[in-house]
DNA sequence: AAGTTGACGAAAT
DNA sequence: AATTTCGCCAACT
């Protein structure tokens, strides 16, 4: 394998902008992808998945303020300690992050 | 090279 | 308002 080239070009990207994502603010998979010039919102969650346990994958989420899939508890424990705005919604997540106050702009 | 697979998103039912 | 369908994109088989 060449030594310099371990990950996909597009994972070190991804993963280069949630690790820019401030403290208390997040950013939708959409937003990821659009600020790599992509629409690719799907690959940025794929990604997460598979790359994302170094990384503050918890200040990406879905459109419409919705936590990601399967990662609802663990992701509201984040959001509390570091004062994420979140509303409690009557859905499966039990809750909501208050995208129009804390969405990221990079 | 073609088809499958997702921590997604928006539009159409 | 809640589902379903369809569109996107990158990685893997």
């Known amino acids: 394998m060449t ?3 371990e990950l996909p070009e597009f994972v070190d990207a991804v993963l280069a902008v949630v690790a ?3 403290r208390g603010q997040v950013a939708t998979y959409g937003d ?3 600020m790599l010039g992509s629409r690719g919102a799907r690959a940025v969650g794929t990604v997460m998945a598979r790359y994302g346990s170094d990384v503050p994958w918890w200040r990406v989420v879905r459109a419409g303020g919705r936590p990601p899939t399967g990662h609802a508890r663990r992701a509201l424990a984040h959001y509390e300690a570091e004062g994420t705005p ?11 992050i208050d995208l129009a106050a804390c969405r990221w702009r990079g």
Do not use: C, L, M, S
Request: proline fraction near 15%; avoid cysteine.
């Open 3 to 5: 030594p310099a080239d």
């Open 20 to 22: 820019d994502i401030p």
């Open 32 to 34: 990821v992808a659009a």
């Open 86 to 96: 979140t509303r409690p919604a009557a859905d499966e997540d039990g809750y909501r």
